[in-house]
């Protein structure tokens, strides 16, 4: 597969671009700042719009009608992966790049029973126990009152948690593995790395291929290390030893793929939609006292259980609704036609590239009143199709995390205000960052901490980029 592909014009809606490079020169300007550029694209140009006036190489597909269309026929819109930056066959990016993301069919349904093996309903139960004292034990260390740095607070301990969950491991055995995962994320769609692909000293690209490098290397002897003592209890040792429909265990180079992908898609997602679901309390008094309220009704003091969690509807609902501002991914990964297809009464050739978006699904008026408003409650009795709510996307290939994600948010959420309020008592500019494939923050904010006990003040103004997304209300 290539990343561009020279397909026959289609009348199509889109920005006027360079005749020849126009194509590229529009991905790599879109990649840039992909949330901005879906938001504005959406707003000028409608549902299907192409990246390129005509073109149908890259063509977004916005809503949940396009999302049904597109993730209900797998045959038809086959997952799409491919990063722009070229690299070696053999090179350790390319194995990092070897996971469950870029298989199709058969063989994406058979790696897919493995994985799911390792979230049974049994192990997401002992996860959680883990969860909740990994929680408590990092909670109980912050300074309350005090200042709060609410990005690194929560990466520390969603990092544990992934760390401990999936491979066994603690906090400070994985910082440099989260460093440089991080740094590979941010790389891995950089128009940089794509248009000057040699290793050469100080280029993005000799920076992705090292980072690269350091990270297979930790996955590799972290498997040898298992394979030599075997655990129990975490997802790397069920992943070893488990076996796909034809009784064949994964080689080490799936081992590290999978391995990696996992890791990124269980901390730093988790790590975000919390420090968002911070911000969102901490400008929402209101809705957090509600929040505290109930978690004291339902557990006082005792440690959360995944029974208890539920019966804390409010709760869920924070997390919903931070998901559905701020999800994790704000695009899915691509869909490429593999034959000839029509969306929206238009007809596109095979080889046309789609991209889907929760974020831009998530704010639909039709479907979510207000849609930058920050209302949990609104999904009080809310009733949604299966394509207008895709934060873990749709469909055969909805993320296999997703029950992991969301329980360990809603319970390091329980355990946080069981212990700590949380207010917002200064003006800031705080801005978003999109170039990778999380929804991120250019830099860390502050918030405050506070005592159980303590009142909300009202939060002070916030500005920046993250305006385009939420609605601060005076």
Not at 25 to 44: A, Q, T, W, Y
Not at 113 to 128: D, E, H, N, S, W
Not at 361 to 367: A, F, G
């Amino acid at each position: 597969m290539v990343m561009f592909l020279d397909l026959p014009k289609v009348p199509l809606p889109g920005p006027r671009t360079m005749p020849v490079l126009g194509g590229k020169i529009s991905l790599m300007r879109f990649l840039g700042d992909p949330v901005k550029n879906m938001l504005d694209l959406r707003e000028e140009f409608g549902e299907l719009v192409a990246l390129s006036k005509d073109d149908p190489g890259w063509v977004c597909a916005f809503g949940s009608e396009f999302n049904r269309e597109i993730l209900s026929n797998p045959a038809l819109y086959p997952n799409f992966i491919e990063s722009p930056i070229r690299k070696p066959a053999d090179s350790a990016a390319a194995t990092l790049d070897y996971n469950i993301l870029v298989i199709n069919g058969d063989l994406h349904r058979s790696k897919r029973r493995v994985l799911m093996a390792a979230f049974t309903k049994a192990r997401l139960q002992a996860y959680g126990e883990q969860m909740v004292e990994i929680a408590g034990r990092q909670i109980g260390r912050w300074r309350v009152p005090g200042a709060f740095r609410a990005r690194e607070a929560m990466t520390d301990i969603s990092l544990e948690i992934a760390m401990r969950c999936l491979f066994g491991l603690g906090l400070e055995e994985s910082r440099a593995l989260c460093t440089d995962s991080a740094r590979i994320m941010d790389l891995v769609l950089s128009p940089a790395a794509a248009l000057f692909p040699f290793s050469l000293p100080g280029t993005p690209y000799r920076e992705y291929m090292t980072c690269s490098e350091r990270v297979d290397g930790a996955f590799r002897r972290l498997i040898t290390a298992r394979r030599a003592e075997p655990k129990e209890d975490d997802v790397l040792s069920a992943m070893i030893h488990a076996t796909d429909d034809d009784g064949e265990h994964m080689t080490d180079r799936e081992l590290v793929g999978q391995a990696a992908t996992l890791f990124n898609a269980s901390h730093d997602t988790s790590a975000m939609t919390l420090t968002w679901a911070c911000l969102m309390l901490a400008t929402h008094p209101e809705i957090q006292r509600e929040a505290a309220a109930e978690v004291k009704e339902a557990i006082g003091d005792a440690p959360p259980t995944l029974e208890d969690i539920e019966r804390m509807p409010k709760l869920g609902w924070i997390i919903q609704e931070t998901l559905r501002l701020f999800p994790a991914t704000p695009n899915l990964f691509f869909r490429r036609s593999s034959a000839d297809s029509e969306l929206g009464g238009r007809k596109l050739p095979a080889g046309a590239t789609f991209i889907l978006s929760p974020l831009v699904t998530h704010r639909d008026p039709k479907v979510f009143p207000n849609p930058r408003r920050f209302d949990p409650k609104r999904w009080d009795g809310l009733r949604l199709g299966p394509y207008d709510y895709i934060p873990f996307g749709a469909g055969v290939r909805r993320c296999v995390g997703a029950g992991f994600a969301g329980q360990s948010t809603r319970l390091v959420l329980a355990t946080f205000l069981q212990r700590a309020r949380i207010a917002a008592p200064r003006p800031q500019r705080i801005d978003y960052r999109a170039k990778g494939v999380v929804l991120g923050l250019e830099r860390d904010f502050d918030l405050e901490l506070l005592s159980p006990d303590q009142d909300i003040p009202a939060p002070e103004p916030i500005g920046g980029t993250v305006e385009r997304l939420v609605e601060f209300r005076a």
